[in-house]
Protein backbone atom coordinates (compact mmCIF):
# COMPACT_ATOMS: atom_id res chain seq x y z
CA UNK A 1 0.00 0.00 0.00
CA UNK A 2 1.28 3.40 -0.52
CA UNK A 3 2.20 6.27 1.20
CA UNK A 4 -1.53 8.38 -0.81
CA UNK A 5 -3.24 5.14 -0.44
CA UNK A 6 -2.32 5.43 3.69
CA UNK A 7 -3.15 8.67 3.97
CA UNK A 8 -6.43 9.05 2.36
CA UNK A 9 -7.34 6.02 4.06
CA UNK A 10 -6.37 7.79 7.93
CA UNK A 11 -8.03 10.44 6.35
CA UNK A 12 -11.32 8.69 5.53
CA UNK A 13 -10.91 9.64 1.91
CA UNK A 14 -10.54 6.06 0.98
CA UNK A 15 -12.48 5.18 -2.13
CA UNK A 16 -16.34 2.84 -1.36
CA UNK A 17 -15.19 -0.64 -3.21
CA UNK A 18 -17.99 -2.32 -4.70
CA UNK A 19 -18.09 -5.66 -6.80
CA UNK A 20 -19.55 -5.25 -10.37
CA UNK A 21 -20.78 -8.61 -12.61
CA UNK A 22 -19.91 -7.55 -16.47
CA UNK A 23 -22.36 -10.00 -18.22
CA UNK A 24 -23.50 -10.55 -21.24
CA UNK A 25 -23.23 -13.01 -24.93
CA UNK A 26 -19.76 -13.82 -26.05
CA UNK A 27 -18.35 -11.21 -28.24
CA UNK A 28 -20.53 -8.58 -27.49
CA UNK A 29 -17.19 -6.34 -26.00
CA UNK A 30 -17.44 -7.13 -22.19
CA UNK A 31 -13.64 -7.46 -22.12
CA UNK A 32 -13.33 -4.45 -24.13
CA UNK A 33 -15.22 -2.05 -22.09
CA UNK A 34 -13.54 -3.00 -19.02
CA UNK A 35 -10.01 -2.82 -20.43
CA UNK A 36 -11.16 1.02 -21.30
CA UNK A 37 -12.08 2.05 -18.09
CA UNK A 38 -8.91 0.74 -17.07
CA UNK A 39 -6.09 3.69 -16.46
CA UNK A 40 -4.89 4.20 -19.88
CA UNK A 41 -1.13 2.27 -18.29
CA UNK A 42 -2.90 -0.49 -17.17
CA UNK A 43 -4.62 -1.44 -20.69
CA UNK A 44 -4.07 -3.84 -22.96
CA UNK A 45 -3.90 -3.86 -26.52
CA UNK A 46 -4.67 -7.30 -27.30
CA UNK A 47 -8.34 -8.45 -26.28
CA UNK A 48 -8.71 -12.46 -26.36
CA UNK A 49 -11.47 -14.45 -25.68
CA UNK A 50 -12.19 -14.44 -21.96
CA UNK A 51 -12.20 -17.99 -20.58
CA UNK A 52 -13.99 -18.43 -17.04
CA UNK A 53 -13.80 -15.30 -15.80
CA UNK A 54 -11.42 -12.73 -15.08
CA UNK A 55 -11.23 -9.79 -12.26
CA UNK A 56 -10.38 -6.26 -13.45
CA UNK A 57 -10.24 -3.25 -11.58
CA UNK A 58 -10.39 0.57 -12.11
CA UNK A 59 -11.37 3.55 -10.05
CA UNK A 60 -14.02 6.47 -10.65
CA UNK A 61 -14.01 9.97 -8.92
CA UNK A 62 -15.53 8.18 -5.17
CA UNK A 63 -14.97 4.19 -6.30
CA UNK A 64 -12.85 1.67 -6.81
CA UNK A 65 -15.01 -0.93 -8.76
CA UNK A 66 -13.84 -4.85 -8.80
CA UNK A 67 -15.76 -5.94 -12.27
CA UNK A 68 -15.89 -9.82 -12.44
CA UNK A 69 -15.68 -10.06 -16.16
CA UNK A 70 -17.50 -13.21 -17.23
CA UNK A 71 -17.22 -14.93 -20.21
CA UNK A 72 -20.23 -14.96 -22.42
CA UNK A 73 -19.88 -18.44 -23.87
CA UNK A 74 -22.29 -20.74 -23.57
CA UNK A 75 -20.68 -23.41 -21.54
CA UNK A 76 -19.13 -20.68 -19.17
CA UNK A 77 -22.89 -19.20 -18.53
CA UNK A 78 -23.78 -21.51 -15.36
CA UNK A 79 -20.83 -19.98 -13.72
CA UNK A 80 -22.36 -16.55 -13.89
CA UNK A 81 -24.72 -17.72 -10.95
CA UNK A 82 -22.19 -18.60 -8.28
CA UNK A 83 -20.99 -14.55 -8.62
CA UNK A 84 -24.32 -13.11 -8.35
CA UNK A 85 -24.43 -12.88 -4.47
CA UNK A 86 -21.73 -11.13 -4.50
CA UNK A 87 -22.42 -8.10 -7.32
CA UNK A 88 -23.68 -5.13 -6.38
CA UNK A 89 -24.26 -3.57 -9.67
CA UNK A 90 -24.10 -5.11 -13.36
CA UNK A 91 -22.97 -4.31 -16.41
CA UNK A 92 -25.04 -6.10 -19.43
CA UNK A 93 -23.38 -5.44 -22.65
CA UNK A 94 -25.19 -5.97 -25.99
CA UNK A 95 -23.83 -6.31 -29.15
CA UNK A 96 -26.36 -3.90 -30.93
CA UNK A 97 -25.21 -5.06 -34.33
CA UNK A 98 -26.10 -8.56 -33.40
CA UNK A 99 -29.72 -8.80 -34.53
CA UNK A 100 -29.84 -12.29 -34.77
CA UNK A 101 -28.67 -13.41 -31.03
CA UNK A 102 -30.48 -10.43 -29.50
CA UNK A 103 -33.40 -13.08 -28.85
CA UNK A 104 -30.55 -14.88 -26.77
CA UNK A 105 -29.07 -12.02 -25.21
CA UNK A 106 -33.00 -11.70 -24.26
CA UNK A 107 -33.40 -14.62 -22.77
CA UNK A 108 -29.85 -14.42 -20.68
CA UNK A 109 -31.18 -11.49 -19.47
CA UNK A 110 -34.09 -12.58 -17.94
CA UNK A 111 -32.80 -15.85 -16.94
CA UNK A 112 -30.57 -13.32 -14.35
CA UNK A 113 -33.45 -10.99 -13.68
CA UNK A 114 -35.36 -14.39 -12.67
CA UNK A 115 -32.56 -15.41 -10.38
CA UNK A 116 -33.31 -15.77 -6.92
CA UNK A 117 -30.12 -14.19 -5.46
CA UNK A 118 -30.81 -11.46 -8.24
CA UNK A 119 -34.92 -11.32 -8.73
CA UNK A 120 -35.76 -9.43 -4.95
CA UNK A 121 -32.46 -6.78 -4.75
CA UNK A 122 -32.97 -3.34 -6.06
CA UNK A 123 -29.58 -4.01 -7.96
CA UNK A 124 -28.74 -1.30 -10.78
CA UNK A 125 -28.31 -2.53 -14.19
CA UNK A 126 -25.93 -0.66 -16.37
CA UNK A 127 -26.99 -1.82 -20.29
CA UNK A 128 -24.15 -0.84 -22.48
CA UNK A 129 -25.64 -0.86 -26.12
CA UNK A 130 -22.37 -1.60 -27.44
CA UNK A 131 -20.67 -1.68 -31.25
CA UNK A 132 -22.84 1.81 -31.88
CA UNK A 133 -20.48 2.30 -34.67
CA UNK A 134 -21.36 -0.54 -37.09
CA UNK A 135 -23.50 -0.09 -39.72
CA UNK A 136 -25.53 -2.47 -38.93
CA UNK A 137 -25.97 -1.63 -35.03
CA UNK A 138 -29.80 -0.56 -34.05
CA UNK A 139 -30.09 2.01 -32.03
CA UNK A 140 -30.30 1.85 -27.99
CA UNK A 141 -33.63 3.01 -27.98
CA UNK A 142 -34.44 -0.19 -30.24
CA UNK A 143 -32.36 -2.23 -28.22
CA UNK A 144 -34.44 -1.58 -25.03
CA UNK A 145 -37.91 -2.68 -27.27
CA UNK A 146 -36.23 -6.04 -28.07
CA UNK A 147 -34.88 -6.72 -24.46
CA UNK A 148 -38.27 -5.50 -22.97
CA UNK A 149 -36.50 -3.25 -20.54
CA UNK A 150 -39.82 -1.46 -19.57
CA UNK A 151 -40.57 -4.78 -17.48
CA UNK A 152 -37.91 -3.87 -15.37
CA UNK A 153 -39.66 -2.12 -12.27
CA UNK A 154 -38.43 -2.94 -9.36
CA UNK A 155 -34.36 -2.56 -10.31
CA UNK A 156 -33.15 0.94 -11.26
CA UNK A 157 -31.56 0.58 -15.16
CA UNK A 158 -30.14 2.99 -17.63
CA UNK A 159 -29.05 2.14 -20.84
CA UNK A 160 -26.30 3.98 -22.80
CA UNK A 161 -25.15 3.57 -26.34
CA UNK A 162 -21.53 2.46 -26.61
CA UNK A 163 -18.41 2.45 -28.97
CA UNK A 164 -15.58 0.75 -27.04
CA UNK A 165 -13.03 0.75 -29.90
CA UNK A 166 -13.32 4.54 -29.65
CA UNK A 167 -14.25 4.89 -25.87
CA UNK A 168 -17.60 6.61 -26.44
CA UNK A 169 -20.87 6.75 -24.33
CA UNK A 170 -18.55 4.81 -21.45
CA UNK A 171 -18.03 7.02 -19.10
CA UNK A 172 -21.96 8.67 -19.13
CA UNK A 173 -22.63 5.09 -17.71
CA UNK A 174 -20.37 4.59 -15.57
CA UNK A 175 -21.11 7.97 -13.99
CA UNK A 176 -25.10 7.15 -13.85
CA UNK A 177 -23.41 3.65 -12.20
CA UNK A 178 -21.45 5.46 -9.68
CA UNK A 179 -24.98 7.82 -8.92
CA UNK A 180 -26.88 4.61 -8.15
CA UNK A 181 -23.95 2.99 -6.11
CA UNK A 182 -23.69 6.33 -3.95
CA UNK A 183 -27.33 6.49 -3.22
CA UNK A 184 -27.38 2.95 -1.83
CA UNK A 185 -26.55 3.83 2.07
CA UNK A 186 -24.32 1.35 3.64
N1 LIG B 1 -16.76 -2.26 -34.07
C1 LIG B 1 -16.73 -2.52 -32.77
N2 LIG B 1 -16.14 -3.64 -32.31
C2 LIG B 1 -16.11 -3.86 -30.98
C3 LIG B 1 -16.70 -2.95 -30.05
N3 LIG B 1 -16.51 -3.45 -28.81
C4 LIG B 1 -15.84 -4.61 -28.94
N4 LIG B 1 -15.58 -4.86 -30.26
C5 LIG B 1 -14.89 -6.03 -30.83
O1 LIG B 1 -15.71 -7.17 -30.61
C6 LIG B 1 -14.90 -8.32 -30.36
C7 LIG B 1 -15.29 -8.96 -29.04
O2 LIG B 1 -14.94 -8.09 -27.97
P1 LIG B 1 -14.68 -8.64 -26.50
O3 LIG B 1 -14.43 -7.44 -25.64
O4 LIG B 1 -13.68 -9.74 -26.49
O5 LIG B 1 -16.12 -9.26 -26.18
P2 LIG B 1 -16.57 -10.14 -24.91
O6 LIG B 1 -16.59 -11.56 -25.38
O7 LIG B 1 -17.95 -9.65 -24.59
O8 LIG B 1 -15.60 -9.88 -23.80
C8 LIG B 1 -13.45 -7.83 -30.39
O9 LIG B 1 -12.94 -8.09 -31.68
C9 LIG B 1 -13.58 -6.34 -30.14
O10 LIG B 1 -12.53 -5.60 -30.74
C10 LIG B 1 -17.35 -1.77 -30.57
O11 LIG B 1 -17.90 -0.92 -29.86
N5 LIG B 1 -17.32 -1.61 -31.94
MG1 LIG C 1 -14.43 -11.21 -22.71
Same mark, same amino acid.
Given at each position: ?15 ? &? ?11 ? @? ?15 ? $????? *????? @? ?13 ? *? !? *? ?10 ? &? ?35 ? $? ?17 ? /??? !????? &??? @?? /? ?9 ? @?????? &? *? ?6 ? $? ?5
Amino acid at each position: MGLLDKLSGLLGLKKK &EVHVLCLGLDNSG @KTTIINKLKPSNAQTQD $IVPTI *GFSIE @KFKTSSLAFTVFDMS *G !Q *GRYRNLWEHYYK &EGQAIIFVIDSSDRLRMVVAKEELDILLNHPDIKHRR $IPILFFANKMDLRDAVTSV /KVS !QLLSL &ENI @KD /KPWHICASDAI @KGEGLQ &E *GVDWLQDQ $IQAVKT
